[in-house]
C-alpha cells in the first residue's frame, strides 16, 4: 500500500498530526519507536484537561482514538532511512523489516533525545526530582529545598525565575566567572544562594533527591535540581533528507515555514524538532498544523 502521508513519530506532535489527516480520510501510516522525550516522568503537568496523567498514558489513549478512524495504520518500529522514490513522493526502510514503505508526503515527528551532565546520581533522577521545566514540574516542589545547576546555554539568571518556587541555590559548578556583579546582585537581592564549587554527584535515594556534593566534600541538601539538557535530534532522517537544520537557543532544529514544511519539498516537520520552546501542549499544537498543512498539500499541491 502506498499511503498518502507517513508520519514518523507517534507521541504528541505525530498522533495529533496523524488525526487531523485522519479526520480528513486521508490514508495514514504513523510510525513509532517508543521511546517518547517525557517518557521518564510519571506525571504531566499543564496539558489542557489531562494535567497530572501519566503521559504514557496519554500517548496510549490518543493512540487509540486515532487508530478508531480506518484509515489509519500504526507501525512500531524506528526509520533508519528515507529517501525521495520515483513516483514523487518517499519510501523508508524500518530496522529489522524488508518491506519498506512509501506515501505522498512524509511528516517528520520523532522528536528530540535529552542529553544530561555527566554527573553521578543525575540519570536515575531524570524526570522526577531532576528537572527542566518549572512549568511541568515546579508546583509539586513548592516551598521545597531547590536548586540550579549552571550551564550554557542557560543563563545564570534563570535562578531569578526557579526562586518564584521556594529557596534557591544556584550551583556554578566551576564556573565563577559565569555572572557579572549586576546578575549577582539581582540574584542576591531575590535570595539565591551561588555555589561556586564543582558538583561532583547527587545523593539520596533515587529517584528522591537529598542533596548536591561538592568536590570539597560539603553535601548541600536539596530535593530537587533544575539542569539544561542538550537536546538532540531523535533521528538522523532530516540531515538525511538534506533538510536545513539550524542552530536554535537550545539545540539543532528542522527549519520549516509557517506551515511546517521543511525546505524540502513533501517533507513536513513538527513538534519538538521544529520549535525552539518546547512542551508537550506546543508539540501536540503544532502537530496540528502539521497535518492540516499536509492535507492541505495533498489538494492543492506542495
Known amino acids: 500500500m502506498r499511503y498518502d502521508a507517513l508520519v514518523v513519530g507517534g507521541s504528541f506532535a505525530g498522533l495529533s498530526a496523524a488525526m487531523q489527516l485522519a479526520r480528513a480520510r486521508k490514508k495514514v501510516c504513523v510510525v513509532d519507536a517508543g521511546a517518547p522525550r ?68 512524509l511528516l517528520l515527528a520523532f522528536g528530540v533525545q535529552d542529553g ?38 542557560m543563563p545564570p539568571d534563570h535562578a531569578l525565575l526557579i526562586a518564584e518556587w521556594g529557596p534557591t541555590t544556584l550551583f556554578l559548578n566551576g564556573n565563577a566567572d559565569a555572572i557579572d556583579g549586576e546578575t549577582r546582585q539581582k540574584l542576591q537581592s ?12 547527587l545523593e539520596g535515594s533515587a529517584p528522591d533527591l537529598a542533596g548536591v556534593r561538592i568536590d570539597d566534600g560539603r553535601l548541600l541538601p536539596i530535593d530537587a535540581l533544575y539542569v539544561a539538557p542538550q537536546p538532540r535530534m531523535g533521528s ?8 536545513a537544520i539550524d542552530d ?16 524540502v519539498p513533501g517533507v513536513y ?9 518546547q512542551n508537550a501542549t506546543r508539540a501536540s499544537s503544532d502537530g496540528v498544523l502539521a497535518g492540516v498543512a499536509v492535507h492541505r498539500s495533498l489538494v492543492f499541491g506542495a
Open 38 to 105: 517525557n517518557r521518564f516522568t510519571a506525571q504531566s503537568h499543564g496539558f489542557f484537561g489531562q494535567d497530572g496523567v501519566p503521559p504514557l498514558q496519554m500517548i496510549a489513549q490518543a493512540r487509540a482514538k486515532v487508530l478508531a478512524y480506518p484509515s489509519v495504520t500504526f507501525v512500531e518500529g524506528s526509520v533508519v532511512a528515507a529517501k525521495a522514490d520515483a513516483a514523487g513522493g518517499f519510501t523508508v526502510s524500518l530496522q529489522g523489516r524488508d518491506a519498506p514503505l512509501s506515501a505522498d508526503r
Open 236 to 243: 538522523p532522517l532530516a540531515e538525511q533528507l538534506g533538510c
Open 269 to 277: 516537520a513538527a513538534g519538538d524538532i521544529a520549535m525552539p520552546f
Open 248 to 263: 536554535g537557543p537550545f539545540g539543532p532544529m528542522v527549519r520549516t515555514d509557517a506551515f511546517k514544511a521543511t525546505t
Open 116 to 153: 544530561l551532565p555527566d554527573i553521578d546520581g543525575v540519570r536515575e533522577r531524570w524526570g522526577t526530582s531532576v528537572l527542566h521545566c518549572p512549568y511541568c514540574h515546579g508546583y509539586e516542589f513548592s516551598d521545597r529545598r531547590l536548586g540550579v545547576l549552571f550551564a550554557a546555554p
Open 190 to 201: 531575590r535570595g539565591v544562594t551561588i555555589e561556586p564549587g564543582r558538583v561532583v554527584g
